[in-house]
Structures are given as structure tokens and as C-alpha cells.
T-cell receptor, first 111, second 110 residues
Framework: RKEVEQDPGPFNVPEGATVAFNCTYS??????FFWYRQDCRKEPKLLMS???SGNEDGRFTAQLNRASQYISLLIRDSKLSDSATYLC????????????FGAGTRLFVKA | NAGVTQTPKFRILKIGQSMTLQCTQD?????MYWYRQDPGMGLKLIYY???????DKGEVPNGYNVSRSTTEDFPLRLELAAPSQTSVYFC?????????FGPGTRLTVT
């Protein structure tokens, strides 16, 4: 079992739709959590950090449930420009500091 | 502030050749990483470094070597290139909160 698991998709949604991505992690010692975005043939870039209290950045909302070891990303009012791969990322500091990337969820937003 | 830079952007190698992928960061980060990403797949950690003079293996280190003589530079060496090393290679450095990636090197081994 992978330490960070995501639904690979792809998710095909129309413009204006709301879409949610889920991510689970298996190591309870995980300390910090992030969503990264990767456009086709480009490098990953930080989208947002994820906090236990939940956090919002414009149309994007991230949630963390430590008890269930579950992270989510909600995108409201999808735009064509949201089409990308979304990577769930977990940091932990057991046996040395480690960053673990999920394999990513692909999103296609269509007109 | 250039962030993380990588050279070359593209390279074609013949089987058995060697090369060094260069990576430089100007953010004074201690942590640096090398990843590979195969088509349609996630990132796999090859090697990482927690500071000058300190390196450690990641998930897929075989066939690669690294060195870290300065904070800024973290080159990745491929010895005896094999077709299985055809991939996109990303270098990254990190603050405690974020990893910053270079633009990647697309390597083909034929």
C-alpha cells in the first residue's frame, strides 16, 4: 500500500462545476500537508497548505481530518485554467524528514 | 532571484553514456532533492540532501550518484545510461513549508 494514495481520475467536469479530490495517508506521524498543482510538461507548484481547521483560498478549499488520515481539496466554479494534475503531499519527521508525493489526480475542465 | 535552475532542458543519450544533470538554487535552502517522473506517473525520489556534504538515498537511487559540495549546487550523475532512465528529472529545494521545483530535464536514452 502506498503511503499517500489518490484517485488518479481523470475527472472530466464542465466549466462552473464543483469538484472534490480526496487523498489518504497511512503514516499517523505525518505532520504537514499540502496540495500541489502540476500543469502538463511543467514542474509542480504549491497550490495551498492544508490545516486541521480547514482553509480557503478563493475558489479552493482544503480540509484535513487527522483522525481518518484524510485530506481533501474542493474546487468551486471550475475554470478551463484549472485543468491540471493535483498532487497530495505529506511531510513527516520520523526516521528523518521526508516529503511524500501522491501520484496525482488529473482534472479536465471542459467548455 | 532565479529560484531553482536546471541544465540542460533536454538531452538524448546513447546506452552506456554518462552525463551530469546540473541543479542550482539561490534561496539558501539546506534541503535539496532529485526526482524522476515517468510519463503519466507520480514523482519518485532519487536522492536528497539535508545540507552541504550530506546526501542520502531516496526511493530509486540505483544507477545515479549525487554530491553536495555547496549549499547552492546539487548535481545528479548518471553512469552507464539505460533506456529505463528515460524520464523527466526534477530538482527541488525546500523551505520548511514548501518545495520549489526547477523546470525539469527531459532525458531520452536510446
Amino acid at each position: 500500500r502506498k503511503e499517500v494514495e489518490q484517485d488518479p481520475g481523470p475527472f472530466n467536469v464542465p466549466e462552473g462545476a464543483t469538484v472534490a479530490f480526496n487523498c489518504t495517508y497511512s503514516n499517523s506521524a505525518s505532520q504537514s500537508f499540502f496540495w500541489y498543482r502540476q500543469d502538463c510538461r511543467k514542474e509542480p507548484k504549491l497550490l495551498m497548505s492544508v490545516y486541521s481547521s480547514g482553509n480557503e483560498d478563493g475558489r479552493f478549499t482544503a480540509q484535513l481530518n487527522r483522525a481518518s488520515q484524510y485530506i481533501s481539496l474542493l474546487i468551486r466554479d471550475s475554470k478551463l485554467s484549472d485543468s491540471a494534475t493535483y498532487l497530495c503531499v505529506v511531510n513527516r519527521n520520523t526516521g528523518g524528514f521526508k516529503t511524500i508525493f501522491g501520484a496525482g489526480t488529473r482534472l479536465f475542465v471542459k467548455a | 532571484n532565479a529560484g531553482v535552475t536546471q541544465t540542460p532542458k533536454f538531452r538524448i543519450l546513447k546506452i552506456g553514456q554518462s552525463m551530469t544533470l546540473q541543479c542550482t538554487q539561490d534561496m539558501n535552502h539546506n534541503y535539496m532533492y532529485w526526482y524522476r517522473q515517468d510519463p503519466g506517473m507520480g514523482l519518485k525520489l532519487i536522492y536528497y540532501s539535508v545540507g552541504a556534504g550530506i546526501t542520502d538515498k531516496g526511493e530509486v537511487p540505483n544507477g545515479y550518484n549525487v554530491s553536495r559540495s555547496t549549499t547552492e549546487d546539487f548535481p545528479l550523475r548518471l553512469e552507464l545510461a539505460a533506456p529505463s532512465q528515460t524520464s523527466v528529472y526534477f530538482c527541488a529545494s525546500s523551505s520548511p513549508r514548501e518545495q520549489y521545483f526547477g523546470p525539469g530535464t527531459r532525458l531520452t536514452v536510446t
